[in-house]
């Protein structure tokens, strides 16, 4: 129980740290009063361009990879669908910013990798055609975080905690992006394909 319990903690505190919150304080930006205010790669694309939006999205992935690999460094693979969602949970309600954190959509992905690798390939096209589509982020990520527990029982049918964390995951999407969803429904949402003028104005 014990091992359980520190595989579970250590996935929550390894999510709670916010590769968003690292490059806002190398770069002096502060993240959360500028653009959307969230820490996640999309901000920072908006606010300090491509290369820093690039290493939040890959710190934020890898930071999914290894939360969900910590019960199996722990001799426990059987809690990797816990300790994604765990690493998830810490990355959306980060301890130390006083549970308030990203998205969790490229923490997601990283725990998609390791734990339902053949998910990626209904998610990713669904959120590359979204995404095209509409041009905004958040309804791509939304529209793959609802295809996460259908394919699920596609891939992975008969595997139950499969199934619970896929739907927890999407439930945690959708829950963390409320706003887009209104702003989305107001027309007032903004779309990622923006010129670098409009991004600057947001600085």
């Not at 990879?65 to 910590?70: C, P, R, S």
């Not at 964390?165 to 990622?192: D, K, P, W």
Request: positive net charge.
């Amino acid at each position: 129980m014990l091992k359980v319990v520190l595989a579970i903690v250590l996935s929550y505190l390894l999510g709670g740290i916010l590769t968003g919150e690292i490059i806002g304080l190398i770069t002096k930006v502060n993240i959360r009063k500028k653009g959307s205010g969230n820490p996640g790669a999309t901000n920072v694309y908006r606010l300090l361009g491509p290369l820093f939006a690039a290493i939040v999205l890959c710190g934020d992935v890898l930071k999914g990879v290894a939360g969900t690999l910590i019960g199996s460094w722990l001799g426990m693979p059987e809690l990797a669908p816990w300790c994604a969602l765990a690493v998830i949970a810490g990355h959306n309600w980060t301890p130390f910013f006083g549970f308030q954190g990203g998205k969790g959509i490229a923490t997601s992905f990283g725990t998609i990798i390791v734990l339902v690798p053949k998910i990626l390939w209904l998610a990713v096209p669904v959120w590359v055609v979204l995404l095209l589509a509409s041009g905004y982020v958040s309804l791509a990520s939304i529209g793959a975080a609802v295809a996460l527990p259908l394919a699920c029982l596609i891939f992975y049918a008969g595997e139950t905690s499969i199934l619970i964390y896929g739907i927890i995951a999407c439930l945690f999407a959708i829950y963390r992006h409320r706003a887009n969803i209104q702003r989305i429904l107001n027309g007032t949402e903004n779309r990622v394909f923006r010129s670098k003028k409009a991004r600057e104005e947001e600085r």
